[in-house]
């Protein structure tokens, strides 16, 4: 069971999923965010915004960005902050993931943010929640990061403008694992995007169609031949333990981004990163303290991203 993202005249009530959200939505949380992006960086004039409401960091998964983005989205807007953590709550004694959500519901959250390792986790917990108790999905299992795929669509269109049309954009690494890969797949089909490459090992590849009009390569420097951007993805160190990595040296020397493959791409090519990420691994230090790294502003971009999707759902 899910919960409608969207009410009958349209407007957001949670933010699940980028899937299916029209052009126009993604268009206008973007334009939204980038109008916050000062405020997102300290600044007091939108403090009043949320004054009087509650918002909950519930995070059943480690995180760094997306938690404190949030945070700091949350209060930089005037919300009372709520940040739980599951490592000291009566979770550990095994308290059911509903049973804290209507607990904090009752004290009076109006808005949780939600990190769970389960796919549909988060679905379920909004179609649960009380009229007018707001859900951000801040990552469900492999299958969405909805705020990670709009601040990577919002540092896309900082470098190459709104017009994604002409962009060639590559995404890198274990797509079959990415809840980010998904996110971004949604969001670059919905903003138009001229063509998207998909590149990895075969195992680490989706085999259940979300790659449908993807030009799918299992060849790194084709994947870079000329494009625009390359999004590299983390590699789950745990998939050596399932067998699906040989070793992280083979891993780096077939799929690592090192400068000289980077110089395939177009010169003025922008890499992006979610973050964390595996130096030496997926990406090298060259690459990813270079001057084409976008990494620092992907994790800017979160503030703004994650105040436009609060003010949306709460102002
Ligand atoms: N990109 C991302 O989701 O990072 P965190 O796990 O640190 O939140």
Redesign the pocket.
């Given at each position: 069971m899910t919960a409608a993202q969207t009410d009958a005249a349209g407007r957001l009530r949670h933010l699940l999923t980028l899937d299916g959200l029209p052009r126009a939505a993604l268009d206008a949380l973007l334009d939204r965010a980038q109008a916050l992006a000062a405020d997102a960086r300290g600044g007091t004039a939108r403090r009043h915004v949320l004054a009087g409401k509650a918002v909950c960091t519930l995070f059943f998964?480690?995180?760094?960005?997306?938690?404190?983005s949030f945070a700091l989205a949350a209060q930089r807007l005037g919300a009372d902050l709520l940040a739980f953590d599951a490592s000291t709550a009566s979770t550990t004694k095994g308290e059911a993931d509903l049973d804290t959500l209507k607990t904090l519901e009752a004290m009076g959250v109006h808005a949780f943010v939600v990190?769970h390792k389960r796919d549909g986790a988060v679905a379920e917990l909004a179609a649960a929640a009380a009229p007018g108790t707001a859900l951000v999905n801040?990552?469900d299992g492999r299958s969405n990061?909805p705020t990670?795929g709009l601040l990577d669509m919002l540092t896309l269109r900082q470098a190459k403008g709104a017009d994604f049309a002409p962009l060639k954009v590559a995404i890198v690494g274990d797509v079959r694992h990415s809840r980010?890969a998904r996110s971004d797949l949604h969001a670059l089909r919905a903003l138009g995007c001229g063509e998207i490459r998909v590149c990895g090992p075969a195992a680490l590849l989706p085999d259940d169609g979300i790659l449908g009009g993807c030009t799918v390569t299992h060849d790194l420097d084709a994947a870079l031949e000329g494009v625009d951007a390359v999004m590299m993805l983390r590699l789950q160190r745990e998939r050596m333990a399932e067998g699906l990595v040989d070793s992280l040296e083979d891993y780096h020397r077939d799929y690592g981004l090192t400068a000289a493959r980077l110089r395939r791409a177009a010169p003025d090519a922008i890499v992006m990163h979610?973050?964390?990420m595996n130096r030496g691994v997926e990406i090298s230090d060259a690459v990813a303290d270079g001057p084409q790294s976008r990494v620092l502003a992907q994790v800017a971009n979160?503030v703004a991203v994650r105040m436009a999707v609060l003010e949306a759902l709460l102002g």
């Open positions: 998964e480690p995180s760094t960005r997306t938690r404190s990190r801040a990552g990061h990670q980010v979610p973050g964390p979160g």
